[in-house]
């Protein structure tokens, strides 16, 4: 959520900076800038109402020792009263429109974050690795998971739906030994593992911006409420929602494993066949706690993080920063790492590394002190896929197949694995 005070201070520069992204806020903004005026004006004439009850009640008791009739002036009393709650309600109203249209605008993009109208536009950092050359036609990983008989969608979408899977035999330990693998990695880098519920309540969906606008994309608890995870950044950055951090505890970093689950509302078509897009998936998320001043510091900590766990296994990728216009709306920069896929013919998003600043933090009222007894500030919140397993599984699939039909096993994963290869 961004800051009213701010918006208030230069509008234009909020306009102009939310229009990259390729939407006009400037009628909300306007209307935000209306209701403050209206509420401060209503703040003020509750005030003089106030203080005239508090001049009027000293007198009352003067009156009556005089023996003065005292109607008249307890009618008054009462008017002034109504008025004050109804203009009390007319403001707490206003309180509530300002806060929904905050909910409802997204961060302003870093102004280091490149202009563009979508992913076309974003610009390539850098690469690492150089996409394998086969002999031979190589397979997508639904087929080589077929033949293997590790992946069965079939089987899923009978017991479930469309975009599930049942991972078999060496597709099951693979996918676990990927977990695994990440999670050692990051926890020998300092991170803390966590292991959070997989259902949160609405305050926690609210808290990362994933509600009120993404309701749709979410799995909703009939019965309670309760929301199924997109991503562990949820739970895990609201494990402080309504705390005051000390100062010296920052950067708090936190890697946490978790199945995620969403509706991909609005993707039909799109990554129909294989592991790249399903309605529950499973990933390791880093999540970050930062001063704002080393925020950004922290983003490329933690891009280069989730680079070095998919580096450790070989497989090609680049770094992209998004633009504006393909950047989440609760991001203020984005980079993603895309790990090479061979059936597709490129790069696909593999993590989404973003610095919120504090724009999460003032929506789950997540502070920090320096010292006791400084100001509380927001924290800055970060967080990237460290990385997601199915991708990764199919990424591996594919690019250490082998032309008699078995995948070589990454050396980083043999330990975890306790095979050199897949085979049937």
Known sequence: MLDIKLIKENPQYFKERLATR?????????????????????????????????????????????????????????????????????????????????????????????????????????????????????????????????????????????????YKGLGARLERA????????????????????????????????????????????????????????????????????????????????????????????????????????????LVKFAKPEESYAELESLTNDACAALEGLGLPYRVVALSTGDMGFSSAKTYDVEVWMPSYNRYVEISSCSNFEDYQARRANIKYKETGDSKARFVHTLNGSGLAIGRTVAAILENYQNEDGTVTIPEALVPYMKHTKIEK
């Open 178 to 285: 990927v977990i695994n693998y990440y999670l050692d990695t990051h926890t020998s880098n300092g991170y803390t593992e966590v292991f959070p519920p997989y259902m949160v309540n609405r305050d926690s969906m609210r808290g990362t911006g994933q509600l009120p606008k993404f309701e749709e994309d979410a799995f909703k608890v009939a019965n309670n409420g309760y929301f199924l995870i997109p991503t562990a950044e949820v739970p895990v950055t609201n494990m402080h929602r309504n705390e005051i951090l000390d100062g010296d505890r920052l950067t708090i970093k936190y890697c946490a494993y978790s199945a995620c689950f969403r509706a991909e509302a609005g993707s039909a078509g799109r990554d129909q066949r294989g592991l790249i897009r399903q309605h529950q998936f499973n990933k390791v998320e």
């Open 22 to 166: 390729g939407k006009d806020f400037s009628a909300e903004i306007d209307k935000l800038l209306a209701l403050d005026t209206d509420r401060r004006a209503l703040i003020a004439d509750t005030e003089a109402r106030r203080a005239k009850q508090n001049q009027i009640s000293k007198e009352i008791p003067k009156l009556k020792k005089e023996g003065q009739d005292t109607t008249a002036i307890f009618a008054e009393m009462k008017e002034l009263s109504d008025s004050v709650k109804a203009d009390t309600d007319k403001i707490s109203a206003i309180d509530t429109e300002i806060e929904d249209i905050l909910l409802s605008i997204p961060n302003t993009p870093s102004e280091t974050v490149p202009v563009g109208a979508d992913d076309s536009e974003n610009v390539e950092v850098r690469r690492v690795g150089a996409p394998r050359e086969f002999s031979f036609e190589p397979l997508a990983h639904w087929d080589i998971g077929k033949n293997l008989d590790i992946l069965d969608p079939d089987t899923a979408a009978k017991v479930t739906g469309a975009r599930f899977h049942f």
